[in-house]
Every structure is written in structure tokens, then in C-alpha cells.
T-cell receptor, first 108, second 115 residues
């Protein structure tokens, strides 16, 4: 199964951008790249997903490398509400598995 | 529109007892999922359903059974609970196939402790 590698933690200041990297060197051609986040004591929340092209939505942007072996989630202006664990997940077939994710801390 | 709801929110069982976790969604989604999350770890898929009357195994199905008799409900059963099943259980639903690209909507979770 294709796996992802993320840093354990990242810190940011409020109102500054946050770039969350994810490596997925064994990605297959039909794997979607998904990002979810989980606030303390809550269920995961969808952030964004993409296949090959960069994607933008109201929450974030997803930059996908040309070879698709890595991607970066970009939070343009971090707020205190963005403090959460962010999961990068490859989806295909029916073997979904979240890793440990990146814990994002936002300093006021 | 309540989204995805789960009952109960908390439960303590003794080893060998049985229980059923209920997941309900009011978004008319075809796909529904059950996950478990252990401390400090991500989520693992237990079972899923691609429509009313269908179920399939996920990554960690052993010790659990599921049923999808109605489109809006997805039940997770533990026939004989074990301490290894102590976890937080999350239900999710999606309109499209969430495992191939569709956004999944998650419930608030059920915290289960098996003594």
C-alpha cells in the first residue's frame, strides 16, 4: 500500500502562512491525495483533495509535485482555529489508513 | 441538518459483553464508514458500506460486525468485547466514493472502554 510521510509537528504565528509537506514516493497513478484535519476531541474534517493539478478552496491550497511523489498543503493565513492534527492520505481501492499526521500549533 | 450523529458518546463495557454503536446521517449519502482511532494514532477503517443492504471489510474488521438495513443508518456491533477494542470510534459518510476521491463527513465519535 502506498504510504505517506509527514513531519510530526509544525509551529506557526497567527496570520502567517503554513506549508505542510507530505511525501508519497510510492503513489500510484490513480491514488487521490486527500488532506483532513482533526481538532482536539472532534472527528476529522475534510480540507482538500486532488489528483494531479493544484487545487484551491476556501480553506486551503494543495500543491502537487509534477511527479506526484510529494504535495504541500498551504494554509494562507493561519488562525488559532487552525491548530489541529493534519493528515495527508492517499486514497484508492478500499484500504484507507490515516497516519500519525502533523500537529500544527499556532502562536497568537 | 444534523449531519452525522453517533450514539452513544461514551460507553464502558466488561470483557465479553456485547454492544451496538449507531451511526445516522441525514444527507442522503450512499457511502458510510466505521473507523477506530487509538491514542496518538490516525484512523483505521473497520468496515464500510457502498449503499443500503451492502457492507464490506476494511483494514481491521476482526471482532466487529456491521449492518446497513436503512440508507441513513450504519450499525457497528461488538459481539464479545475485548480490551484491545478500547478506542474512539468514528463514523463517516460521503455522497461519492470517499475512498476514491469524495469528501467524507465525520461524526463526533464514541469513546469506548473495555475493562
Amino acid at each position: 500500500d502506498a504510504k505517506t510521510t509527514q513531519p510530526n509537528s509544525m509551529e506557526s504565528n497567527e496570520e502567517e502562512p503554513v506549508h505542510l509537506p507530505c511525501n508519497h514516493s510510492t503513489i500510484s497513478g490513480t491514488d487521490y491525495i486527500h488532506w483532513y484535519r482533526q481538532l482536539p476531541s472532534q472527528g476529522p474534517e475534510y480540507v482538500i483533495h486532488g489528483l494531479t493539478s493544484n487545487v484551491n478552496n476556501r480553506m486551503a491550497s494543495l500543491a502537487i509535485a509534477e511527479d506526484r511523489k510529494s504535495s504541500t498543503l498551504i494554509l494562507h493565513r493561519a488562525t488559532l482555529r487552525d491548530a489541529a492534527v493534519y493528515y495527508c492520505i492517499l486514497l484508492n481501492d478500499y484500504k484507507l489508513s490515516f497516519g500519525a499526521g502533523t500537529t500544527v500549533t499556532v502562536r497568537a | 441538518n444534523a449531519g452525522v450523529t453517533q450514539t452513544p458518546k461514551f460507553r464502558v463495557l466488561k470483557t465479553g459483553q456485547s454492544m451496538t454503536l449507531l451511526c445516522a446521517q441525514d444527507m442522503n449519502h450512499e457511502y458510510m464508514y466505521w473507523y477506530r482511532q487509538d491514542p496518538g494514532m490516525g484512523l483505521r477503517l473497520i468496515h464500510y458500506s457502498v449503499g443500503e443492504g451492502t457492507t464490506a471489510k476494511g483494514e481491521v474488521p476482526d471482532g466487529y460486525n456491521v449492518s446497513r438495513l436503512k440508507k441513513q443508518n450504519f450499525l457497528l456491533g461488538l459481539e464479545s468485547a475485548a480490551p484491545s477494542q478500547t478506542s474512539v470510534y468514528f463514523c463517516a459518510s460521503s455522497e461519492q466514493n470517499g475512498l476514491a476521491g469524495g469528501e467524507q463527513f465525520f461524526g463526533p465519535g464514541t469513546r469506548l472502554t473495555v475493562l
